[in-house]
């Protein structure tokens, strides 16, 4: 299978479908979140390892000492030995920037307390939108078990209209999608079906408190945000792409080099490009060699593939580069995730195409993937 990349680019930022896909595994955002970024190299060394010319000059998590004799440290190097002395050839770093959850509002103000038939409204009126949206929330009951039951409706075309129960700790999302139709998920249900489209923005309502002798219930509101730090990543980056850039090849900017004189090849993996706007894209363009991209659906595809082999409750402690070098199920899982996309998983930007990870000439090259 071979994912068309022009289904998840977008001239705006907007919420990833791996957002949709760690949601439905309810685990603590840390866990999930740092997880993505795990899930992102270990496809990377996956297919570094496709190639044994460059496993055999490849070294993992090592500081890189740059020409401000700063120390970067890369998630894989690549280096030369002559005469007892190593020298860097490439590096491949990988970012992630995923959905940074917030209250929304300080303190009490994220939380709202209603008796049965009373209710809140959430307005959404971002500047893509033609009018402004309100979603109504309603509590309709508070039921013997503790349990609540509420509703959920919006003045959209169409209309938004739902009702469902929730538990302590439950949560739904309202969300409105690029075509400004306006959804729900339910507690329980799988984000991924329940909202098939492209998340524009979102709010997340958490039941946190029932109190059945005062009738009343607490709910806490959330604001999720396309990743406002994605343009620290991108300067970090593109630092560590210029320091190492200047300590080999004795120039800040790739267009510098005169031609045949390159030596070091710097490629920034990328997965949730989707949360990269435009500044942090022109930032990372200009100054790194190679800018790849890793599709929402590869690594949606990923934890499904961990998940049947290890479990969901077992899986985050298997993703990660140390189980991929001593686990052989790690190394067949991640082999198998690259097979079933035909090797087309890492996409480069400025290329427009598929390309896989090679070595020639003394050097890391990037080459499509025909």
């Given amino acids: 299978m071979i994912i068309d990349i022009n289904s998840e680019l977008r001239d705006f930022t907007y919420i990833t479908s791996v957002y949709k896909c760690i949601s439905n595994y309810n685990l603590k955002g840390h866990q999930i979140g740092r997880k993505i970024g795990d899930m992102l190299e270990i496809l990377t060394m996956g297919a570094v390892y496709q190639n044994p010319d460059l496993v055999r000059r490849l070294s993992t998590e090592e500081k890189l000492e740059g020409y401000t004799t700063a120390g970067h440290k890369v998630e894989f190097g690549f280096f030369h030995t002559e005469n007892n002395q190593r020298s860097l050839f490439g590096a491949i770093e990988c970012k992630c920037v995923g959905v940074e959850e917030t209250t929304s509002g300080k303190g009490d ?42 509703s959920v409706k919006a003045n959209s075309n169409p209309q938004l209209n739902s009702s469902f129960d929730m538990k302590l700790n439950d949560n739904i999302k309202v969300v ?41 219930a607490t709910f806490a509101l959330f604001d999720c945000l396309t990743g406002p730090q994605t343009i620290e990543k991108a300067k970090q980056a593109s630092l560590v792409a210029m320091d190492l850039r200047k300590k080999v090849d004795g120039f800040w900017g790739k267009e510098e080099i005169p031609a045949g004189k390159k030596h070091m090849t710097f490629v920034h993996v990328i997965c949730e490009y989707s949360h990269w706007e435009e500044k942090s894209r022109n930032v990372i363009s200009t100054c ?21 082999k290890f479990g969901i409750h077992d899986m985050l402690d298997y993703i990660s580069k140390r189980q991929f070098l001593d686990n052989p199920k790690v190394k067949d899982a991640v082999d198998e995730i690259l097979k079933y996309f035909e090797n087309r998983v890492f996409y480069d930007v400025a290329l427009n195409e598929y390309i896989k990870f090679n070595y020639a000439n003394n050097q890391l090259i990037i080459q499509p993937v025909r």
């Fill in 288 to 308: 790194i060699d190679h800018n790849v991209i890793v599709p929402d659906a590869v690594i949606n595809k990923a934890f499904e593939v961990f998940e049947n």
């Fill in 176 to 216: 409105i999608d690029e075509n400004t139709r306006c959804l729900t998920t339910s507690p329980d249900g799988n984000m991924l079906d329940e909202i098939p489209g492209i998340i524009r923005t979102l709010k997340t309502i958490r039941l946190q408190k029932v109190d059945s002798s005062a009738k009343k």
């Fill in 109 to 150: 103000k994220s939380l709202r307390k209603l008796s049965p038939s009373e209710s809140f409204a959430l307005e959404f009126n971002g500047r893509w939108q033609r009018k402004t949206i309100t979603f109504t929330f309603t509590l309709n009951g508070i039921n013997r078990d503790g349990s609540v039951s509420v």
